[in-house]
């Protein structure tokens, strides 16, 4: 199935093409007019020279109206093997259709309504016909219904038409589009963009990158820059201070050759204060009795770090590198940003 851009929206036009796979793009005066467009010969050309496959209005009171803007079109510098030329239908519609189709120009007849208007475009020789699902829709029409008919009556009489789902609202219609097996489609982006979103292929995706992480990624390039350190005489309340200021829940506290005695985390000060009361403050860490640290080489992967974060069920673990200290690693450190 044919997939074409909808859209008048140069930016957007840009962004969608960039994916290497769109058949074209259909636009409509409408859209020009809505996006403030001016220049619309102008603006023809430059997306002639950016998609594959452009298809433009042409518009007339006359079949020989069509024709003749069709060719003034052309003339711009279009080329007419990737220029079809949309063309509302009617009695004059189908007419210009048939000759347009002898000179060997591409043609969609759009805005089709009923099964009757599709079969007058088929037999003219269109290229395309292009009933407008999202309209039907609002008008309380089985729109769904009229593109299975389209497709049936290709298929059975064997016209050389594609029927061209048109006026895509929401990423059902894609689906709808799929299952009736129409030839081609034509979608907005914001819509585009959302066919490849669902919420258990982004909880996957993600499983997978924090898995691949937590065995490729060692600890020291995970860690938080913050490293909060004070020696062994240190003041608790200079100790909390700087927890506070390094909004940290843990210092590390070092003897005089910087090695580790211990951690003091926030639960230990409430504990300490509990027990001993205010006094407490003025004693200096390396007063108290620190058990072994939980802690982790800085050259160990994060998948060993969630082991002893899953078993100790502590939140923060002490890093350490050649025995000194290197940094505190957080539980939400393991998280994928």
């Known amino acids: 199935m044919e997939l074409y851009l909808d859209s008048a929206d140069l930016k957007e036009i840009e962004d969608a093409f960039q994916l290497g796979f769109l058949t074209g793009l259909t636009t409509t005066p409408t859209f020009m007019h809505r996006g403030g467009i001016t220049d619309v010969d102008g603006l023809i050309v430059k997306l002639s020279k950016i998609v594959p496959v452009l298809q433009i209005e042409a518009l007339g009171d006359t079949a020989q109206d069509v024709l003749k803007e069709a060719k003034r079109q052309l003339a711009l510098g279009l080329d007419p093997k990737k220029t079809v030329f949309k063309i509302p239908v009617s009695l004059e519609g189908v007419k210009a259709c048939n000759l347009l189709r002898r000179e060997g120009l591409l043609v969609n007849v759009h805005l089709i309504y009923t099964l009757q208007q599709a079969y007058m475009a088929m037999q003219a020789g269109a290229s395309y016909v292009c009933p407008l699902v999202g309209r039907l829709q609002d008008q309380g029409h089985d729109a769904l219904d009229l593109v299975d008919q389209c497709v049936f009556a290709v298929n059975h009489y064997g016209y050389d038409t594609k029927v061209m789902f048109s006026s895509v609202r929401n990423a059902e219609h894609v689906r709808n589009a799929i299952n009736a097996g129409v030839h081609t489609i034509t979608v907005p982006w914001k819509i585009l963009k959302s066919l490849t979103e669902n919420n258990f292929t982004t909880l996957g995706t993600q499983q997978f990158v924090e898995h691949t992480r937590l065995m490729t990624v060692k600890v020291k390039d995970a860690i938080n820059k913050v490293n909060p350190i004070v ?50 403050l003025g004693q200096k860490m390396g007063d108290f009795k620190y058990s072994a640290p939980i802690a982790i080489d ?40």
Do not use: Y
């Not at 506070?244 to 005089?256: K, N, Q, R, S």
């Open 298 to 337: 800085a050259n160990a992967l994060l998948t060993d770090a969630a082991d002893i974060f899953k078993k100790s069920k502590v939140d923060t673990i002490l890093v350490t590198e050649n025995g000194k200290p290197a940094g505190m690693l957080d539980i939400q450190d393991l998280e994928v940003d």
């Open 231 to 280: 020696s062994a005489d240190t003041t608790l309340t200079e100790a909390i201070v700087k927890m506070t200021e390094f909004g940290f829940g843990a210092i590390t506290i070092t003897d005089g050759s910087g090695k580790v005695s211990g951690v003091f985390t926030d639960g230990d000060l409430r504990r300490k204060l509990q027990q001993d009361g205010r006094n407490v």
